[in-house]
Nanobody
Framework: QVRLVESGGGLAQAGGSLSLSCAASGGTFSNYAMAWFRQAPGKDREFVATIRWSGSRRYYADSVKGRFTISRDNTKSTVYLQMNSLKPEDTAVYYC??????????????????WGQGTQVTVSS
């Protein structure tokens, strides 16, 4: 059983930056592809970014491409999301997710087996 704990959310102004972290425990971290999803009030949870087990491949939602960067440190069992040029529409609860990396990239919520509790990100205009 993989346990994921996010940290680093908070309040930022539009145009500012925030960095999220997600620490994993209970499994072999380098076996898992990791991802970030987010859920804004009244909306469905949506994909933000994912990274393969080795960090060799990264994929982003169009809405965050060029502004957000996903990375991982397998020695620390941690995945990160650096968020720059934040916009009010980035306001959401951000969730870290994990799935066994089978070699096929998956971007949908139902493909991920393990989830963190979420961390709030609020961007003011």
């Amino acid at each position: 059983q993989v346990r994921l704990v996010e940290s680093g959310g908070g309040l930022a102004q539009a145009g500012g930056s925030l960095s999220l972290s997600c620490a994993a425990s209970g499994g072999t971290f380098s076996n898992y592809a990791m991802a970030w999803f987010r859920q804004a009030p009244g909306k469905d949870r949506e994909f933000v970014a994912t990274i393969r087990w080795s960090g060799s491949r990264r994929y982003y939602a169009d809405s965050v491409k060029g502004r957000f960067t996903i990375s991982r440190d397998n020695t620390k069992s941690t995945v990160y999301l650096q968020m720059n040029s934040l916009k009010p529409e980035d306001t959401a609860v951000y969730y870290c997710a994990a799935r066994y990396d089978s070699g096929i990239v998956k971007l949908t919520e139902s493909d991920f087996s393990y989830w963190g509790q979420g961390t709030q990100v609020t961007v003011s205009s």
